[in-house]
């Protein structure tokens, strides 16, 4: 059996890859030609062995559906006999009558692409189009596998109405072995970071994008402000502790962040990053003790999170417990946040557990490995064994 992982987006298919290829699959990744250059798979490794099983393929932009030669896409995925795939290759592997053995969509995939929504009136034929295939490339698919998400997201599995089966858990999406080092800290080699982590009680990071303002859509809404105003008001209360805020400069709402960060006069407690390679990135959040996520709607895992747990991190987010303990019979911990007042109140919180927070974070960690990447890796080894078990490669 050889396996095709088609798209590479927030680098999850290249975690998967190295995770299977350790437990000697014979797979390899398909990279879109349109994804971000910070997914790339040389953005979250330290060697060049991904040149060998890593391709770029020349399709996968949307935009360009309508005049793609198909024939390429049939030779490009011929060699594969089991078809792994994220963004749009649910519409891409349809057309040309096949269908993805797994389904392992990251949001925008499965909430928008299947459904009509408007862009620039030059793509709405193409996008239109995909949207058609891309909901039948779903709902034919043998397995879809994402986590249990929030009660609102929920609906949308039953608007795709699907004939395979919904599996529910995290995807494995840290390639821990690359990053464990880094819960050690003595290990980052980067000066200035030492020199932040040396001179203050405190550091805090949100590496997740900034959208708060300008919002391109529901579920793109993670509240930084909340975290801004929170922080300022932690700041207020304890001007003898020495912390500072870690931010980058990604998302639609950079500029709108910074004006709030100089309006409330905390900007010499911000420490702004530019958007960077996730290896560049965890070395960032290693140096930190607490990384905060998104404050708007209610998720358990996603790669902030994800990639915080990884190297024992403790985490602050809205997390409505509710919404996954009937999955989970025990969650990470967490320090929970949806508002300014609940921001200021975990901050405090985490002031009054300086002392817990390694434990905090250890927990975590031990969490991620069993929920994040052993579970996960059983079931898809599982459905890979049970397709070869059936005969029907």
Not at 187 to 201: A, F, H, M, P, Y
Not at 207 to 218: A, C, L, N, S
Not at 312 to 338: C, Q, S, T, W
Request: some cysteine; charged content about 25%; hydrophobic content about 35%.
């Amino acid at each position: 059996m050889k396996i095709g992982i088609i798209g590479n987006m927030n680098n999850s298919a290249f975690s998967l890859l190295r995770y299977l290829k350790d437990d000697g699959y014979d797979c390899e990744l398909l990279i879109f030609n349109n994804e971000p250059a910070h997914f790339d798979p040389s953005c979250d490794t330290y060697s060049d062995n991904h040149l060998r099983y890593c391709k770029k393929i020349s399709w996968g932009d949307p935009a360009d559906f309508l005049k793609q030669d198909f024939s390429v896409v049939r030779k490009d995925l011929a060699p594969y006999n089991f078809l792994i795939g994220n963004g749009p290759a649910p519409a891409y592997v349809h057309k040309i009558d096949r269908h993805l053995d797994i389904f392992m969509p990251y949001g925008y995939d499965l909430y928008s692409l299947p459904f009509f929504r408007f862009v620039h009136p030059f793509r709405q034929r193409a996008y239109s189009i995909v949207r058609f295939y891309q909901k039948l490339g779903i709902k034919n698919c043998s397995y879809i596998l994402f986590d249990k998400a929030n009660s609102e997201f929920e609906k949308i599995f039953k608007k795709l109405n699907i004939n395979g089966k919904r599996v529910v858990t995290a995807h494995p999406m840290v390639y821990s072995k690359e990053y464990e080092m880094m819960a050690d800290t003595n290990r980052i080699s980067n000066e200035q970071l030492k020199t932040w982590r040396d001179g203050n009680d405190f550091l805090f990071v949100q590496h997740t994008r900034q959208i708060w303002e300008r919002k391109p859509d529901k579920w793109s809404h993670k509240a930084n402000d909340f975290l801004i105003k929170g922080y300022s008001k932690f700041v207020q209360q304890h001007p003898h502790i020495k912390s500072k805020l870690l931010l980058f400069e990604y998302g639609e709402d950079v500029v709108a962040t910074k004006n709030l960060i100089n309006d409330l006069k905390i900007s010499s407690h911000i420490i702004w990053f530019k958007k960077m390679s996730r290896k560049k990135l965890m070395e960032v959040v290693a140096i930190c003790d607490v990384v905060i996520g998104e404050l708007y709607h209610s998720w358990l895992t996603y790669g902030v999170i994800l990639e915080a747990l990884c190297i024992g991190k403790p985490v602050m987010h809205k997390r409505i417990d509710g919404d996954y303990k009937n999955v989970y019979p025990e969650l990470y911990p967490n320090f929970y946040a949806d508002s300014v007042d609940t921001v200021l109140h975990s901050f405090n919180k985490i002031l009054e557990k300086k002392h817990m927070l390694v434990s905090i974070g250890q927990q975590g960690r031990e969490w991620f490995h069993k929920y994040g990447v052993q579970l996960p890796l059983q079931i898809i080894t599982g459905l890979i064994k049970e397709k070869q078990s059936a005969g029907t490669i």
